[in-house]
């Protein structure tokens, strides 16, 4: 077996598996050595968890080994004196690490519920979603997206509805044994009621636990519900409008374009925006369905109203309606991966800050810095910026959780 002796760069590795997925040896020992792989959040965690090494921070990705299209990948994850190593036609390219399953998934809440039907580790922070199926999924009238396979999930490998203390006792857990500094909840589509039915689920984790809390809700027609939502303490807001080709949206998102309309995503992501401060809000696009023109436009909007941009990179999730659609041509992601940071510098935007949030499902916006070509000053000023406000931060934030 041969070393690939050119340098690596992790970032276009990352990418690279997105797009292809990566074979097991039978050499692996996964049910041991690695997290279990779960269908959960629209099937996008339906992979491996891993970890790239990198610097300064590693990179945790959720690689694609079920879907069709990894049968044809070149990628193969083999097991070699104790090391998971990554080779591709016979050469070496990354020893890797497997990070382990938590000890909190097997364990009980106080209500007897198991704790990995609560919320998962997506990388380093708890996800969780906490109502039940989106209502787009409802028999008599389903028009889900065609590309999600929350109604394939929820209800089955998770509980179709946590109670607030399971959601508290989960996260308490899951800070004390695993590090978690951030819990996400996500939830469907309930007839504009998804703010109200999130409320208490913030306010326990900020009064029992002082976590950073993430919040992603299709948009509200009452904008001044946002306000009452930041006094709660949430840290960060997402609105996840999938494509920006409006012809696209309503083809593969139906429900959203037929109860809320893609403008809304727009008026609450600039809304929030303006109300939470630059880089504390993000649109959420899928690259690899809609034309690639489309998808830099979506970039440069996201970016121009001063939120970041979460890229998911198109998985064709079994069971879904497009599970027989290609993945994404990892060149074409390229171009969308650097546009993003590129954007991101152009209108100094803060990614980063806060501590320990590794996310699995999508190339992180810092992961942005390696499909940069040419850096100038402007990439240098910008990261410098980035450092500065890390060291305030993160300090500050520890403090807090040692007082909590």
């Not at 097991?79 to 020893?95: D, H, L, S, T």
């Not at 006094?231 to 037929?258: R, T």
């Not at 803060?350 to 590794?358: K, Q, R, T």
Request: aromatic fraction near 12%.
């Amino acid at each position: 077996m041969n070393t690939n002796n050119k340098k690596l760069n992790p970032g276009l590795l990352e990418l690279d598996l997105f797009c292809k997925g990566m074979k097991i040896d039978q050499s692996c020992d996964l049910e041991h050595d690695a997290r279990m792989v779960t269908r959960t959040r629209a099937g996008l965690g339906s992979g491996l968890e891993i970890i790239i090494p990198s610097h300064p921070d590693d990179i945790y990705m959720n690689v694609p080994l079920l879907e069709k299209f990894v049968k044809d990948s070149p990628y193969t994850l083999i097991k070699r004196n104790g090391q998971y190593i990554i080779i591709k036609e016979g050469v070496v390219v990354a020893v890797i690490r497997l990070p382990r399953q938590p000890a909190f998934y097997t364990q009980k809440t106080s209500n007897g519920t198991i704790m990995s039907r609560v919320g998962t580790m997506q990388g380093t922070y708890l996800a969780v979603y906490p109502a039940q199926v989106c209502g787009y999924w409802k028999p008599e009238d389903k028009v889900n997206c065609r590309f999600c396979s929350t109604g394939l999930n929820v209800g089955y490998s998770e509980e179709g509805e946590k109670r607030v203390q399971d959601v508290v006792e989960t996260a308490i857990a899951a800070k004390k044994q695993e590090g978690v500094t951030f819990v996400h909840f996500n939830t469907g589509y309930y007839d504009g009621n998804e703010l109200d039915i999130i409320e208490p689920y913030v306010r326990a984790i900020k009064e029992e636990t002082g976590l950073l809390v993430g919040v992603q809700c299709p948009p509200c027609k009452d904008l001044s519900k946002y306000d009452k939502l930041k006094a709660l303490g949430v840290d960060h807001l997402s609105f996840c409008f999938e494509l920006y080709n409006p012809e696209y949206f309503q083809k593969y998102c139906p429900g959203k374009h037929k109860t809320l309309t893609q403008q809304a995503f727009f008026d609450a992501m600039e809304y929030a925006s303006k109300l939470w401060g630059k880089g504390r809000v993000s649109g959420e696009i899928i690259a690899g369905i809609e034309p690639i023109e489309d998808t830099l436009k979506a970039i440069d909007y996201i970016t121009s109203v001063g939120a970041f941009p979460t890229i998911c990179v198109f998985r064709p999730t079994l069971g879904t309606e497009m599970e027989d659609y290609q993945s994404p041509k990892y060149e074409d992601m390229v171009k969308i991966f650097r546009r993003m940071y590129e954007s991101l510098i152009k209108n100094n935007i803060p990614i980063g800050i806060a501590p320990n949030i590794h996310v699995s499902l999508v190339v992180q916006p810092t992961d942005g810095k390696y499909f940069i070509e040419k850096k100038n000053w402007g990439y240098y000023k910008y990261q410098m910026k980035l450092s500065l406000l890390k060291m305030i931060y993160r300090p500050l934030f520890r403090l807090k959780m040692m007082f909590h």
